[in-house]
């Protein structure tokens, strides 16, 4: 019999179902004790290796949003920030304006929780099965403008295109030329209709004209991102200085 097994376990594995081979002595022994049937047998093993998979794949999809900070919603001070009310942070996480391609447009001053935001509506994508792809604005221009340099520079581009969801941090952090604007342009008008877009910005679209230069440029981006997006100010003090560490403490 251990023959018998070691030899399943070994065509699960060139099948491809290796994680429920890991688990196969323990479930066996496990379906004995409880006299399991078959198909309850059956169904637990085949439901083990679809949680591990997803398991792996949701890693995966982390790993590839290169978020700079693990910051879920459950640790979104709402309190905090006043602007947003809790049933409009409920329907921002069911996301279905993901599914609908909508943008969300999170302004504020810094401090005020829009990366944070930004993030755990990221994760909370990613928990649900979506491509999400994180990027600052500056890296963004960078990468725009080196992407065909390097093999990961075509990589990273290629999984943003590919996102479900895309999430552009600062927005308002530096000034582009129409060479920068347009690469900018190209990739928005790429990803309109098939992705959302996360952006966080100090500025409203208003002036965005500052950042773009060219006011052609401006209004095609512009139209491309304000057509279906929903806009949300978040104000109050900065929760990085309202919750400094300071050197000496308290005292």
Not at 34 to 41: I, T
């Amino acid at each position: 019999m251990p023959g018998a097994i070691a030899e399943l376990k070994q065509k699960m594995k060139m099948l491809n179902i290796s994680e429920a081979a890991m688990i196969l002595d323990d479930f066996l022994i496990d379906a004995e004790t409880k006299e399991l049937s078959y198909q309850e047998f059956l169904h637990r093993l085949i439901l083990h290796e679809l949680r591990k998979r997803e398991e792996k794949h949701r890693e995966k999809r982390l790993k590839w949003a290169a978020f700079p900070e693990y910051k879920d919603l459950d640790s979104f001070n709402l309190a905090e920030q006043q602007s947003l009310s809790k049933k409009q942070l409920q329907q921002l996480k069911e996301l279905l304006w993901v599914e609908q391609a909508y943008n969300l447009i999170l302004l504020g001053p810094p401090g005020v929780g829009k990366t944070h935001l930004a993030i755990g509506l990221g994760i909370e994508a990613i928990h649900r099965g979506y491509k999400v792809s994180f990027i600052q604005m500056d890296a963004l221009v960078h990468l725009l403008k080196t992407q065909e340099i390097t093999r990961s520079g075509r990589a990273r581009m290629k999984r943003i295109i590919n996102s479900d969801l895309v999430i552009i941090d600062d927005l308002m952090f530096m000034a582009m030329d129409r060479d920068e604007a347009n690469m900018f342009f190209q990739l928005v008008n790429k990803l309109y209709g098939q992705a959302s877009l996360i952006i966080t910005s100090n500025k409203g679209p208003e002036d965005w004209g500052e950042l773009l230069g060219d006011p052609a440029i401006t209004t095609a981006i512009l139209d491309r991102i304000i057509h279906k997006s929903e806009v949300v100010h978040l104000n109050g003090d900065s929760y990085r200085i309202k919750h400094r560490k300071t050197i000496f403490g308290n005292n």
